[in-house]
């Protein structure tokens, strides 16, 4: 299994472009979210979803839309990007219910890091 | 809703010394409760997880948490530093009980290992 993967890994974007970037998991986990990572902030969730389908807002969720159209991808879209969303991006998995003891388990991808200039 | 609060954003220790990394949380409902370490450059890896049975809880690399409602603590220990474990250390938190499993977490802990 390749688990988490992301891509891309690294984009440099000027003000104002869009992008997309794909989270693919290949554990056929319910759960997928994104989060970004800024310096002394931690890990702020955008947007997740719980099934194939289905999103839903998370703490961040502004100047992103994200989409699942099939269970093992979740996209994170930027519109019209802005520097203040220069940040490193975290998608992540959980299995759910039929995961057992690792039901609520988290599993990282390894980021993709965003420069807007 | 529920937080956590990560005391001390850099902890410095000695190789050998004992680690001790701090959390409290809040939380209106009883929670969960988690560790996770992220290596330079890399994504998150879940290091132990408390979901309401034994209160002390030993996870990978010898790194062990004792839940404490009583003080709303959940502190990551390890008795021995080693060198590999210089890394960022996330808690995070949710409700107990099923829902969409989302986490809110820490600002986060950076620990480096003094040889």
């Known amino acids: 299994n390749a688990g988490v993967t992301q891509t891309p890994k690294f984009r440099v974007l000027k003000t104002g472009q869009s992008m997309t970037l794909l989270c693919a998991q290949d554990?056929?986990?319910?759960?997928m979210y994104w989060y970004r990572q800024d310096p002394g902030m931690g890990l702020r969730l955008i947007h997740y979803?719980?099934?194939?389908?289905?999103?839903a807002k998370g703490e961040v969720p502004d100047g992103y839309n994200v989409s699942r159209l099939k269970k093992q991808n979740f996209l994170l879209g930027l519109e019209s990007a802005a520097p203040s969303q220069t940040s490193v991006y975290f998608c992540?998995?959980?299995?759910?219910?039929?995961?057992?003891?690792?039901?609520?388990?988290?599993?990282f991808g390894p980021g993709t890091r965003l420069l807007v200039l | 809703a529920q937080s956590v609060t990560q005391l001390g954003s850099h902890v410095s220790v000695s190789e050998g010394a004992l680690v001790l990394l701090r959390c409290n949380y809040s939380?209106?409902?009883?929670?969960?409760l988690f560790w996770y370490v992220q290596y330079p450059n890399q994504g998150l890896q879940l290091l132990l997880k408390?979901?309401?049975?034994?209160?002390l809880v030993k996870g990978i690399n010898g790194f062990e948490a004792e839940f404490k409602k009583s003080e709303t603590s959940f502190h990551l220990t390890k008795p021995s530093a080693h060198m590999s474990d210089a890394a960022e250390y996330f808690c995070?938190?949710?409700?107990?009980?099923?829902?969409?499993?989302?986490?809110?977490f820490g600002k986060g802990t950076k620990l480096s290992v003094i040889p």
């Open positions: 554990m056929n986990h319910e759960y």
């Open positions: 992540a998995s959980t299995p759910g219910l039929a995961g057992g003891r690792s039901q609520e388990t988290q599993y």
């Open positions: 939380s209106s409902v009883p929670p969960y």
């Open positions: 979803s719980v099934g194939e389908g289905t999103t």
């Open positions: 995070a938190v949710r409700p107990s009980g099923a829902g969409s499993y989302q986490l809110t």
């Open positions: 408390y979901t309401s049975a034994a209160t």
